[in-house]
């Protein structure tokens, strides 16, 4: 069995046999495992014997950079033939990538390396490029979050994205870039050579001016279909421009994520417009921007269109409150696509609830998991949930958390839950506090059900 290991100290015997075991396998995880140099000793002596190991997944070690160029020294070994390489958090620093970038351009067997939130600053990155420059690399994803770049890093990374047709994902989010390396970097994305798939540029200095750059980029590259570019404060202006691309013929879009992007109402024409004649388009996040009710009309308009397929739409946190329920409903009556409603953490209180519910009743609304947590609700609404939970097999996850729905309100959703319509999955009650005869009756439901998992 291939060892998949979380948050254990591994020492002593305990080791010595995970060492054993991963003679032949072909998946290794050790995430949060309190790691050590030593460790990665222990770990080179496999790459030298295990040429059917592809992946090794090593998050949440304190390897630091001495570890890792020991492991360097052992993926260089000719029986490696790793595929995907996970370091995240490891306390690495730019003094490692000299390290990393002769395992880069050494093994093209290696097609896919995390390295998020370590810091490797601007002369790490610089010195990764070169790496992922030489002919050999054949890097598929790349993911260089929080990893302390820089605007100098743009102008290699631009060279990257000319030179290497095979790289499809690249997450470079929590960088503090700036529109001047985006627009370098859009440069790049706009190379024939350049195939990207999926692009994260959240949290990276983007503003309205670099919009127009990425509009270009969505219009002109059908093979971006995955873009986050949320936490970024380009606002409505930024939107609109960023639309334009999105809304050409030849933009392919299948994921975008907006969250905290100081969206409002004013954004919601040319949303709506997006959602109703993207037909690619199947998830979207929109979390903690200030829409409001008349938003979020204008967002159920593109919701009830009929070429409108999206699969999944967040809006936590977005100015919301009964007053729009009647149109979510009708969205819930009427569209059969989508599966996933994040719409708690909005002032929806138990009247914005029920109305919501009336939709999610409807034989045509195929839900499969609806998020009401943080909605000011109580026990009065958990009639209308617990009729969702009784009659709509296809809910397999309903959240809500941080609720006052109280021992009477829980034992409504427990009556619901027992029914055998019900197939639910996952009930999650984080911070909702109910007796400890409520609680036996809850554990008792979870054990008779086994397919059900109730997370509080």
Known sequence: ???????????????????????????????????????????????????????????????????????????????????????QNCSLTGACCES??????????????????????????????????????????????YCELTKDNAELLTSVLRTKPTLKELNLSNNELGDGAIKQLCRGLMDPNCNLELLHLENCGVTAESCADLGNVLHTKPSLIDLAVGDNKFGDAGLALLCQGLLHPNCKIQKLWLWECGLTAASCQDLSNLISTKESLIEMSLITNSLGDA?????????????????????????????????????????????????????????????????????????????????????????????????????????????????????????????PNCKLKHLVLYDIYWSSEVDDELQALEE?????????
């Open 1 to 87: 069995m291939d060892p998949d290991v979380q948050c254990e100290e591994l020492t002593g015997s305990r080791w010595t046999e995970l060492v054993s075991s991963m003679k032949n396998s072909k998946t290794i995880r050790l995430d949060d495992c309190s790691l050590s140099r030593s460790h990665c000793e222990d770990l080179c002596s496999v790459f030298s014997t295990n040429q059917s190991l592809k992946e090794l997944k090593l998050n949440n070690n304190e390897l630091k950079d001495e570890g890792v160029k020991v492991l360097c020294k052992g993926l260089l070994t000719p029986s490696c033939n790793l595929e995907l390489l996970w370091l």
């Open 100 to 145: 990393l970038c002769s395992v880069l351009s050494k093994k093209p067997s290696l097609t896919e390396l995390h390295l998020g939130d370590n810091k490797l600053e601007t002369s790490g990155g610089k010195v990764l490029c070169q790496g992922l420059l030489d002919p050999n690399c054949k890097i598929r994803s790349l993911t260089l979050s």
């Open 295 to 419: 938003g979020m009309d204008l967002l159920c308009q593109g919701l009830k269109d009929p070429k409108c397929k999206l699969q999944s739409l967040w809006l936590r946190e977005c100015g919301l409150t009964s007053a729009c329920c009647e149109s979510v409903s009708s969205v819930l009556s009427t569209n059969k696509s989508l599966k996933e409603l994040q719409i708690g953490s909005n002032k929806l209180e138990d009247e914005g609830v029920k109305v919501i519910c009336e939709g999610l009743r409807q034989p045509s609304c195929n839900i499969e998991s609806i998020w009401l947590g943080d909605s000011d609700a109580t026990a009065g609404c958990c009639d209308s949930i617990a009729a969702v939970i009784s009659s709509k097999p296809c809910l397999r996850e309903i959240d809500l958390s941080n609720n006052m729905l109280e021992d009477e309100g829980v034992r409504k959703l427990y009556e619901a839950v027992k029914s």
């Open 448 to 456: 008779s059900k086994p397919g059900l998992k109730i997370i509080s």
